[in-house]
């Protein structure tokens, strides 16, 4: 037992003591919780990615909570996605808690310094639980610290328009965290186990016998409306746009980026892990249903954000329809298909992430959030708006960036299935595309080649080094991931044929 | 043609579900925000009634080992309460965090209708 | 007005009817639930973890991890109260 | 052989780092910037002709990137003859466009995104035609479109910015449409390699159909054939002269070499033949040339003539490969080099009449050519080399394509022997009247180069101007050695012979 066999649950334990410590230390001087938080998360990092190269060379990690074997006691299960996710996530939140710390310290009262790192150290810990976690209720719980958190996150500027959104936010969230209490009810009562390795041997001999299938059913509905809800997948986006656009900027980042993919990772759980590939794809076609709802997500959110006149509000509704490709992926059931879908969680997380970062440095900078008023920042803000330029051509998928590569393999997956339906989800993926590039080209356009209306504005007034750092990276990200897709391809191609069991 | 026994057989769990049902109406149709909580917290409140019900047993007792206790005593499932237990917890976590909001809403809008609210946005 | 929301409820409470009918009898000593897990609670939980009250040492020790969890959520709500109300 | 050089690479790099200097260079001096974007271009050039020997001697180039893209899709290149010829005359006339633009830009705004672009969009172009497999070359081959688009909208006018958008959207979608088609031959063979000829065979079936109609539509929309040309009118003439050059000479020029890889490398002559599509794609080809032709005589504005005439090229490129003949697509090759080195020099000539004279217009050119000698020597040069007059080069093109057409069958030679004529003659119709207005006639009243002093374009935009139209000349009377030593081996090695 070296500590390394322990890293499943030190992944999840040291933003959660981080959270723990940050109000007492911030209660002495308020200045110490952004190193204390940036430290932290790069531990969470580096950890993450150790925790991946164990997983790369010995296979699946079980950790076993308490020494308790896993159907009794807690099991910590880290397969390639759950390592996976937990790079994506600490990595998201070392970029946006370096980001923070010139950013917060204008945009938040001094007063809320300390709950806001606590509740971002509670939000990470929260979504590396549910990621590493074999647990079915223990994925519930994880997801309530990270619900409630970032409940807390969007209105914690105390804006008007912020505290409503958050509300609004939390209605929707609370019926989810319902529903998914339900579905597990159902499980529990059907196999008597909560473990996901169990239920999934034990619902096994279920399928299609008799009315405990209705129960089946029921339950796998509840799971898929309530973990929708969090994922944000069409119609259940309604949330959305308001909480993401209004939160802080930071926060933004890290609820586009990667909040909602863990909504993704446990419609995934529930999919692959829990019900076996071959009953949702083939029994019920449930992988198609959420297909067909992802399809509609592209085209729809794109549309929506089309119309919007907010830049941090196109960039909301431009996550929920690629929140709609990521699901699109993984209901393809394909492996291509899935790889892209969890590629696509990465690549997104670091475009979107990158976005609105920018947004927030564009707001801190000149307080604009109109897209029409951006004119002439091109010469103010060159470094920030070329890695605006650059996530902006991920999120279309123009290639040498990340997003053509999810883009490809997306659509040989949806060419794989063989079907009719595949050619109309290949459709759905490059009108999405286009769309996306309709949306993103006219901010681009308005930046470089628009004349600025004041003469003032061309003013070179770049954003300040501790925000721009993190902007910089991801931007640089999304290319080199693109030059090198092999990187991250190596956890998420075996990650989707695991899942699907191929 | 109705199985009577079977609907009764399952007595606790029709409650729960009118019980849910209740609480998601008010949920979604009641116009006050709080009154729209006191609906998650009906439902929530469902959820956990179902929890105990699915962990008792026919002439169960409480799951406390008395010193030298036979394996004859037949216990109630003591797993459901000790995740209801969880649950009850999050719920009161989210409602607080709910009601916290709600008094920051009426401290910015002076008011809790939900209708006023969307025209006041 | 009231309709689509009646609608909606309705097909809820059908689906939950569905559910209901498919589960084992309220109380049955023989239904999964009761009889997968709970036994080696029953059987080993007072040598594994000295605690009389099966719930306790269920809720400490076998799943403590949850516990832990769920003390983190009321922190976090607490957290999000005080960012929200807390002193200006 | 194949020998494993990263020459390709530097050939890649050098305008792209060379542009990125360039730009910032060009925030301190004007004439170091456009001294740095010369040379990254020589470079380029000086490395692909170092590549030269090597390729006459019968072998290949590749380099590839290990770790780069997807498991059995590098990014890799691959130079072979035509790729190597037509990157070098590429990379020439970016040398020219490059010494052009210095003075042409000094009146325009932004002139450090110009030269920034110019050089990124030349190393893309060269990407696209050194790559070793379709995943690659669809990588250049988009950015190229997103380069581009920086150039057609450099005015930044209304006008301008929806020209940009027409070509960037209508770009992007069909850029997607033919993203379907290599997904598709992907799936199908494993393999986008475009080594071997003709990786689709042993596939049956309709999805063939498809696979070529979603190909070609991505190619010919960035060759400008003629449904889809929409943008290329509106596009090519908006942009500043030397953008106009380079679009209309090389990116144009891009589209056609994409398109000649996918109906040879990825189908392959015997796959094609056996699809019976051949008659097809001439008659598409016809129509541009026709469409272009007829549109190009209805202009006023010399660009925007100049731009539908490129249409009516593009189309002649495009029926030449069609044949499946090897006359007939060495007379399609020999169509691109002549159009590179033709319309480059009409759109240099017309940016200098912008340029001195102010004059878009082509009723306003009465007499011009007495102010203007040498601009007006060499616009007629390339007019006739476009007309196909004899000595030049534009001949020999459509030379070649008839034998094609003839190897190809009787009605076909007969059909095609009418369109050229026709064509031929409508080409007179649009450039005679200009070149007899221009030198032959009085100034007009109306004429705002009144004030023009008889002198000609700087040197600098003269020399590259000329240099091209010796090159026309020059290539025209040597076209049958040209012919053999380069263009018919590299013919055969595509036809498979």
Not at chain 1, 137 to 146: A, G, Q, R, S
Not at chain 1, 159 to 181: C, E, H, P, R
Not at chain 2, 14 to 26: E, N, Q, S, T
Not at chain 4, 7 to 24: D, E, F, M, R, T
Request: net charge neutral; with cysteine.
């Amino acid at each position: 037992m070296t500590w390394a066999s322990h890293l499943p649950i030190i992944v999840v334990l040291i933003p959660l003591l981080t959270a723990y410590i940050t109000p007492m230390l911030g209660w002495m001087d308020k200045r110490i919780c952004n190193p204390l938080v940036i430290v932290s998360t790069s531990f969470a990092f580096i950890a993450s990615l150790l925790l991946a190269r164990s997983v790369l060379t010995r296979g699946v990690i079980s950790y076993h909570m308490g020494g308790f074997a896993p159907p009794f006691g807690i099991a910590l299960v880290v397969d390639y996605f759950g390592a996976y996710m937990c790079i994506v996530i600490s990595f998201l939140t070392l970029m946006a808690a370096i980001y923070s710390r010139e950013y917060i310290a204008k945009e938040l009262h001094e007063s809320k310094t300390a709950p806001y790192y606590t509740l971002l150290m509670l939000m990470t810990g929260g979504m590396m639980g549910a990621s590493v976690t074999g647990d079915l209720f223990n994925m519930f719980v994880f997801f309530e610290i990270l619900s409630i958190s970032s409940y807390a996150l969007v209105a914690i500027t105390g804006k008007k328009v912020a505290i409503l959104a958050s509300y609004k936010y939390l209605l929707l969230g609370a019926i989810g965290t319902s529903f998914t209490l339900v579905g597990i009810a159902y499980l529990y009562i059907l196999t008597g186990t909560l473990n996901m390795a169990d239920l999934s041997v034990r619902l096994a001999s279920l399928y299609g016998v008799g009315r405990s299938s209705w129960t089946l059913l029921v339950a796998l509905a509840f799971f898929m409306v309530g973990y929708s809800i969090k994922a944000a997948l069409f119609p259940l986006h309604t949330w959305l746009p308001d909480a993401h656009s209004m939160a802080p900027s930071s926060i933004s980042a890290v609820l586009s980026g990667i909040l909602i993919k863990v909504g993704a990772l446990a419609l995934i759980r529930v999919l692959f892990n829990i019900f076996q590939p071959e009953f949702v794809v083939e029994t019920i076609p449930v992988t198609s249903m959420i297909s067909w709802m992802a399809a509609v997500a592209i085209i729809v959110g794109s549309l929506f954000a089309i119309s919007q006149v907010d830049l941090k509000r196109m960039l909301a509704y431009s996550s929920v329809a690629h929140i709609g490709f990521i699901i699109l992926g993984v209901g393809l059931a394909t492996g291509y298909g899935t790889t892209g879908g969890i590629l696509h969680i990465f690549n997104h997380a670091m475009a979107k992430g990158c976005l609105f970062l920018c947004a927030g440095a564009i707001i801190y900078k000149t307080g604009l959030r109109n897209i029409d008023d951006l004119a002439g920042l091109g010469n103010k803000m060159p470094f920030t708006m070329a890695a605006f330029t650059i996530a902006a051509l991920s999120m279309i998928g123009i290639p040498p960036t990340a997003g053509f590569i999810s883009k490809f393999y997306l659509g040989l997956g949806a060419l794989e299935t063989g079907t009719w339906s595949g050619w109309v989800f290949i459709g759905a993926i490059l009108l999405g595309s286009l769309l996306t590039a309709i949306f993103y080209m006219r901010v681009i356009n308005n930046i470089y080649f628009k004349e600025p209306l004041h003469r003032e504005d061309v003013q070179r007034d770049e954003t300040p080094l501790g925000m721009l750092i993190p902007i910089l990276i991801l931007a640089g990200g999304c290319v080199i991931f693109g030059i090198f897709p092999r990187i991250p391809l190596s956890l998420a191609e075996p990650a989707a044929k695991l899942l699907l069991g191929i | 043609m109705v199985n009577f026994g079977f609907l009764l057989g399952h007595y606790n769990y029709w409650a729960v579900v009118v019980l849910f049902l209740i609480g998601l109406y008010a949920m979604i149709v009641k116009k006050n925000l709080i009154k729209k909580f006191m609906g998650l917290n009906i439902m929530d409140t469902s959820i956990f009634l179902f929890y105990i019900s699915m962990g008792d047993v026919e002439g169960g007792v409480s799951p406390i080992i008395a010193h030298g206790g036979g394996s004859d005593v037949i216990y109630v499932n003591p797993l459901p309460s000790v995740l209801i237990l969880t649950a009850i917890v999050v719920a009161i976590s989210t409602t607080a965090l709910a009601l916290s909001l709600i008094i920051k809403i009426y401290e910015e809008y002076g008011t809790l209708d939900s209708d006023r609210l969307v025209e006041l946005m | 007005m009231k309709i689509i929301p009646s609608i909606f409820i309705l097909f809820i409470g059908v689906m939950l009817a569905a559910a209901v009918a498919g589960m084992p009898e309220f109380g049955d000593p023989n239904s999964p639930a009761n009889t997968h897990i709970v036994p080696y609670y029953r059987e080993n939980s007072l040598e594994e973890t000295g605690v009389t009250e099966i719930v306790t040492s269920i809720v400490v020790s076998y799943r403590g991890y949850d516990t832990f969890g769920e003390v983190t959520v009321i922190f976090t709500a607490g957290t999000g109260v005080i960012a929200l109300l807390g002193r200006k | 052989m194949i020998i494993i050089s990263c020459l390709p690479v530097i050939a890649l790099l050098s305008p792209l780092i060379g542009g990125i200097i360039a730009y910032q260079a060009g925030k301190i001096s004007e004439t170091a910037r456009d001294l740095i974007s010369i040379v990254a271009a020589i470079v380029s050039f000086i490395v692909i002709v170092a590549m030269v020997p090597t390729i006459l001697n019968g072998n290949t180039i590749e380099y590839s990137f290990y770790y780069t893209a997807i498991s059995t899709l590098p990014i890799a290149f691959r130079v072979g003859p035509f790729p190597l010829f037509l990157g070098l005359v590429i990379s020439f006339a970016w040398i020219l466009s490059a010494v052009y633009s210095h003075r042409y830009m000094e009146r325009l705004h932004s002139r450090n995104r110009f030269c920034l672009f110019m050089s990124l969009t030349l190393s893309a172009v060269i990407g696209t035609l050194f790559a070793k497999n379709m995943f690659a070359l669809f990588i250049f081959f988009e950015i190229t479109l997103f380069t581009s688009y920086v150039l057609v909208i450099h005015e930044e006018t209304p006008e301008a910015m929806a020209a940009g958008k027409k070509y960037l959207f209508l770009g992007l979608a069909t850029g997607l449409v033919m993203f379907f088609g290599i997904l598709l031959v992907y799936l199908q063979v494993g393999t986008l390699d475009l080594g071997k000829r003709g990786i689709l065979d042993g596939v049956h079936g309709n999805i063939l159909y498809v696979i070529l109609f979603t190909l070609l539509v991505g190619a010919l929309f960035k060759a400008g054939m003629f449904p889809l040309h929409v943008w290329l009118h509106s596009a090519h003439p908006i942009a500043p002269s030397p953008a106009s050059a380079v679009l209309s000479g090389v990116v144009v020029k891009e589209g056609c070499y994409v398109m000649i890889r996918i109906l040879y490398d990825i189908f392959g002559v015997n796959l094609l033949k056996t699809m019976l599509v051949s008659n097809w794609l001439v008659l598409l080809g016809g129509l541009s040339i026709f469409f272009g032709s007829a549109m190009a005589i209805r202009q006023h504005d010399l660009k925007t003539m100049l731009a539908y005439s490129t249409v009516s090229k593009v189309g002649y490129i495009f029926l030449g490969a069609a044949l499946l003949t090897p006359t007939g697509l060495q007379g399609a090759m020999v169509q691109i080099f002549h159009h590179l080195l033709a319309k480059s020099a009409l759109f240099f000539c017309a940016g200098a009449l912008i340029y001195k004279a102010g004059i878009r217009d082509i009723d306003q050119m009465a007499g011009i050519g007495k102010k203007m000698p040498i601009t007006m020597m060499v616009f007629t040069i390339a007019a006739l080399s476009m007309i196909g007059v004899p000595p030049l080069v534009g001949f020999a093109s459509k030379w070649y394509i008839v034998l094609g057409a003839l190897e190809a069958g009787r009605p076909l030679a007969i059909g095609f022997g009418l369109v050229l004529m026709l064509s031929s003659l409508m080409n007179a119709i649009y450039f005679i009247p200009i070149i007899i207005n221009a030198f032959f006639t009085g100034e007009s009243e109306h004429g705002e180069h009144k004030e023009v002093r008889p002198d000609d374009v700087p040197l600098s935009m003269a020399v590259p101007m000329v240099i091209l139209a010796i090159g026309i000349i020059v290539f025209g009377v040597l076209s049958a050695t040209t012919s053999v030593v380069v263009i018919k081996p590299t013919v055969n090695a595509m036809m498979g012979l």
